[in-house]
């Protein structure tokens, strides 16, 4: 298996499961509080939280990596703040696909979460409030139980974006091999280079595969907390 | 233990001004769906915020809109048992029992076995609540609002969703919450028969005002009471003892106004009892009858009749400490010349008396 990938390919595929897996991870709680938001809460402004959200369903990826370095380039508004505060630079870095990635996936992901949380009876947690359990401990024990299901579902589809993003990644932290090239970077790398055809189709399987696989296993997981929360 | 409410809310387009006062025992709020009932609780529970008004559990300010303070629900610790259960579908019956456990007070209040023996859970503590059927989901969400050891516990028609032979289940389980604990409970239901078997205080609701509160007895023995309760649910409850179970099938009490003969029940002897008595099962006479099949001839004298817009009148009678009604035709009453103050005598058929209306006292 090692020979068969070369190590520009296999860098770009770890690459791009770290970068995943951390804007998966990283964007979770963001994504329950905006999808709680959205699915429980009757505030001013509600409409422009949900059209923000999904704004980078609609807007061209190039726009929204332009959009992401404008801002958190090194010379814009935040990006310049987070690295005079924090040290930390996300421009044509591995922490910027993280961020581009993130923002990407995350429509899918509030859109999973917020159908799990409007499942939820909201009677369910008004019992328990009644039984004397504070709002967090409700959520914690009642709430998030019962969307799991949505959650991993969410989060799956959320990584499989990530896994996938191109057009706000490679516009954002361009595509630096062992740096910010990811798998579809790569390909695309590949594909501009003559006999680049066939590392180009070994990295398109690996895609498939990594998706298919995810796909199962939160299909799986997904199964199994439903189960549990129909009290069966 | 005292709860007192006092509370204005707009619902719809009934306007609820309900006022009264919740003592220890079983307070039944009574009326017809849509007056205001589960309003009153979830304001009570913190549930819902009424636009005005005061309610207060033992000195303790739940709510009250001229100081703008409401407590939040989690701190109200009342438990709350709703008609649909909501049992949580992701814990077993277990967890959903000592769910509440956690922030219940430490001192006093009943633990996981001693609930788990009053309510005939030990079979199902293992269970899922999508494994369970409605009477038993019933009895573990009492368990589960008891066992977060609540000032008060809140039911909102916990029996309306049930079958008759379910309800039968779960009757006997409150009535000993009602005489084994001294939680006070607020109990909503607009069935006469339960708030007859459990009630201790009836409030009775009608169109978003109380129209009428009061002790059980009085409550329901009052002939003004009868439309709101419907003239065929409309009787009298008494309270007696038992005195002897006899060999051919009869229970025999004793009561202020003399004996009772009733078909046999499952209550040890000695002990009180509660029996409702329909309006429509007790017949009028002038003089003693003679050679009649009913055991149950009462001697009594007559308090009040009201005469509704029917053929029928009410007539309320007086035996011993303890009041009845009857329900005659206009004809009967004007033909006898009932008239307040009277001595007559009341006749009851034995076999007439609802199992399911006599009940632990």
């Known amino acids: ?170 516009t954002f932290v361009s595509n630096i091999p062992g740096q910010t090239q990811t798998l579809p970077s790569a390909i695309y790398t590949f594909l501009q280079v003559p006999g680049g055809e066939d590392p180009a189709l070994r990295l398109v399987a690996v895609s498939v595969v990594v998706a298919m696989g995810a796909l199962l296993v939160s299909e799986l997981l997904a199964r199994r907390a439903a189960r549990r929360v129909a009290g069966a | ?79 709350y048992v709703f008609q649909d259960g909501r049992l949580f579908p992701h814990m077993s019956v277990r967890q959903n029992l000592t769910y509440g456990q956690r922030f219940a007070a430490l001192n006093k209040g009943p633990s996981l076995n001693e609930v788990t023996i009053l309510l005939g859970l030990n079979d199902l503590l293992d269970r899922r609540p999508g494994k369970l059927s409605g009477g038993e989901k019933q009895r573990v969400a009492i368990g589960r609002a008891l066992l977060s050891r609540p000032r ?85 409850v008494l309270s007696a003892t038992v005195r002897a179970h006899h060999a051919d099938g009869l229970t025999e009490l004793a009561f202020s106004g003399g004996r009772l003969f009733l078909p046999r029940m499952n209550i040890p002897e000695r002990s009180p009892t509660r029996v409702r008595i329909l309006a429509q099962d007790v017949l009028l006479s002038r003089v003693a009858p003679m050679g009649l099949s009913a055991l149950n001839i009462l001697p009594v004298h007559i308090i009040a009749i009201r005469e509704g817009s029917g053929p029928g009148v009410i007539v309320q009678i007086q035996s011993g400490q303890d009041r009845l009604l009857a329900r005659i035709t206009r004809r009967s009453a004007d033909a006898m010349e009932l008239r307040t103050g009277d001595a007559i005598y009341a006749v009851i058929k034995s076999v007439s008396i609802a199992r399911t209306d006599i009940g632990a006292g």
């Open chain 2, 152 to 236: 008060m516990l809140l039911m909102d028609e916990p029996l309306a969703a049930l079958d008759s032979a379910r309800k039968a289940e779960i009757l006997p389980y409150l009535e000993r919450l009602r005489d084994q604990t001294d939680i006070p409970i607020l109990y909503v239901s607009h069935s006469v028969a339960e708030v007859a078997r459990l009630a201790t205080t009836v409030v009775v609701l009608e169109a978003g005002r109380v129209v009428r509160a009061g002790r059980a007895e009085v409550v329901l023995s009052d002939p003004d009471m009868v439309r709101q309760l419907g003239v065929r649910e409309a009787g009298a």
């Open chain 1, 1 to 170: 298996m090692s020979d068969w990938l070369g190590p520009t390919e296999w860098q770009a595929l770890a690459l791009s499961l770290k970068v995943s897996f951390w804007s998966t991870l990283l964007s979770l709680p963001f994504g329950i509080l905006v999808a709680y938001a959205l699915a429980r809460w009757q505030f001013r402004g509600k409409q422009v939280l949900n059209g923000l959200v999904h704004l980078p369903l609609i807007l061209p990826p190039v726009v929204t990596g332009y959009l992401l370095l404008l801002t958190f380039g090194r010379r814009g508004a935040v990006g310049g703040w987070l690295e005079d505060t924090f040290g930390l630079v996300l421009a044509f870095r591995w922490t910027g696909a993280v961020l581009a990635a993130a923002i990407m996936a995350f429509p899918l992901l509030v859109r999973a979460l917020r159908l799990a949380i409007e499942a939820v009876d909201p009677k369910l947690e008004q019992a328990a409030a009644t039984l004397g359990a504070p709002h967090w401990w409700v959520f914690a024990t009642v709430t998030l139980p019962l969307i799991l299901p949505g959650l991993i579902a969410g989060a799956v589809l959320g990584f499989a974006k990530a896994m996938g993003e191109f057009g706000a990644t490679i």
């Open chain 2, 1 to 79: 233990m005292s709860l007192s409410v006092d509370i204005r809310h707009r619902l719809g387009t009934l306007n609820l001004h309900i006022a009264f006062q919740a003592p220890t025992g079983i307070t039944a709020l009574f009326g017809q769906s849509g007056t205001g009932k589960t309003t009153v609780v979830d304001a009570v529970a913190g549930l819902l915020r009424p636009e005005s008004g005061h309610i207060e559990l033992s000195g303790q300010i739940l709510f009250d809109s001229a100081s703008g303070r409401s407590l939040p629900v989690h701190r109200r610790r009342l438990g």
